[in-house]
């Protein structure tokens, strides 16, 4: 009782100091007598980025009134920020049907079968990619009045998150702003820290005549990931001689110190180091109809374009590196790279070192003609682009020996779109093809249209399309790459993948459906940590996706997301039947005006299979068909989130399902799987918040 205590104590102390915290927080909202500056708003499903969002508005009363709307790059559509809290991953990178290596930061993948459907040039590292700052995702901002949003998360084992972003037009017509986002922790197990940071600059400029556009982006992304391999045994976890799950064996990083000093500069001897940087400038000249609107005291200047002129310039920067130094009284693990990776050679000294580095620059030169002035979301789209490419690959192995050689290459291709949103909301056209003509590349191709069609408000949206993708294979399986491990030099042919998808949304009883029918042939995978495989037979996957939110009661709200997959032929592809993800609890505002609360459980589970093992040593995950893994219980999860005028709290149990009373009494050691020999976390508790300020 005595050791069950001492667990219990602690944790007990800190649930009371953070729920009396927010108790008073609480109470100080009755007292204020301000609207609430985020209208509410629901749409399940939303999570972790993309072209989704809300479509409530910012609403401080007369002095501090502020209209707050953006766009993204390729899109003309505004949409209004979201004040929805029940949705964690909008907040936090950890989309509900992703996994992690048991680590917040740690490399990550989709349990939804998401083949790479982009033609041309790809240097093939994308197990970090849930964490990254990108162009596409850069929200472009107006707004009457500067706005902030500050975050801050705490959780267990040292792990701390900081958000900042700051939007404010300092002309009518300029926008600027930044975004910064740090996630740092030391994990659960031995050698699996993270220490990422992100940053992001914009700006949006528009003439006073409404001809010129500008539109500028500045993105760096720094991930560093200590990796350890996976444990040496999983039995471990439940033997009396490993309490502390920190000192379990492993196999990479044994023994390294896992003190975090500084949250901005952690130091890792044994893992991965990613940094790129992008630089993207987009102007438009527009040529058509100049137009106004008189009112008695002001002329607003109008323009309808029928021409649009458009260059974009993009300078990019990648590094990518996996190392491994070892430090006094903890030698290289030799036998993982001489057993699992089979490298012809005896490693002979402490380290061991991969890198990658490319830089791109791209010009592309686009045409728009607008068929309809008055629709600006209907337009026909061709254009050119030139990409200039240089590689440097670095190789350090045993003893003395050193290789570093460079190539350069290039891209030229051609791109057509046309999108139609018509008038009357009724029809939503896209289509684009691209094909690549001379260089690396020469021969990719993408092609895609979808329609969707409002079928009427109570019956809802329905949606249609088709996708063909032909690509070269990334380049991590070119012979050139310092981390092509496999000891056979082989030539692969164009992947072909084909995309039948169709979808049916009815907003008002939040209903989505999704069906998505994937065939694929010559697709690329590793096997077994290292060997480069490629799959010539055709084979195909079948993907349903259903989400619903249900009324259970007055303020009791069920949300549901439920994917079926299944591969039919021989296939290198191992998905979970089944992914079900479940959100119960209370919503509602317990009779206080400027309260939004949400309070209740999360349950996932995925059925069982044979998934993807991980290779540190070339950052890629593989297909394994000897581990079929299966979860002790669903992953749990209580929660509770609440919102005060522009304050949102987070209080989160994660992975309540570890809890164990046998074989070594009570404990939180019953870790479901991941991937082979990587669990997830134990119990983790986690406390953070945002707050939103209007200058």
Known sequence: ????????????SRLITLIGSLACLLLFSTLLHAQDPFSRFRNFGGGGGGRSGGADTLAHRKADTITLNYRYLDSSRYQKLDSSVYDFSRKMPQPPTWINLGNNGAAARNLVFSPRMISGWDPGWHAYD???FTVDQTKFYQTTKPYTELGYFLGGKSEQFIGVQ??????????????????????????????????RLHSWYQSKN????????????????????GLQNPADLNSINYSDQATLPVFLGNGLNRATTNIFNTPISTGTHYVNATFM????YDLGQKDSIVTDTTVIPLFYPRLRLEHNISYSTYRYTFSDDSIAGSPLNTAYYTGKLNLPYVLTTDSFLRRDRWKDLTNDFSIYQFPDSKNPQQFIKVGATLQLLQGTFDTALAGPIATAHRLKEQNVFVHGEYRNKTRNQKWDVEAFGKLYLNGLNTGDYNAYISLKRLLGRRIGYLQVGFQNVNRTPSFVFDAASSFYLDTLKRSFSKENTTNLFASFEQPQIHLKLRGSYYLLSNYTYFQDYYKERQESALFNLLQITAEKEFIVARHLKWRALAVVQQVAGSSPVHVP?????????????????????????????ISWYKADGYSPANGQYFSQSSTTLHQHLPDITAYMHLRIRSFTAYLRAENLNSIAFSPRGFGWYHNNFVAPNYPSPGFVIRFGFFWGFVN
């Open 1 to 12: 009782m005595s050791k069950l205590s001492a667990i219990i104590t602690p944790v007990k």
């Open 130 to 132: 849930l964490y990254l």
């Open 166 to 199: 700051h939007t404010q037009n300092v002309r009518p017509n300029w926008n600027i702003g930044f975004e910064y986002r740090l996630i740092n922790s030391i994990g659960a197990f031995p050698n699996i820290n993270t220490n990422h940071s992100n940053i």
């Open 210 to 229: 409404k001809r010129y556009q500008n539109f500028f982006v500045l993105v760096s992304n720094k991930l560093a990931a200590a990796e350890n391999g």
């Open 281 to 284: 400038m987009r102007q438009q």
């Open 577 to 605: 039947l089944l992914t079900v993800y479940n959100q119960i609890g209370y919503e509602g505002s317990l009779g206080f005006p400027n309260l939004l609360l949400d309070v209740g459980t999360e349950m996932r589970y």
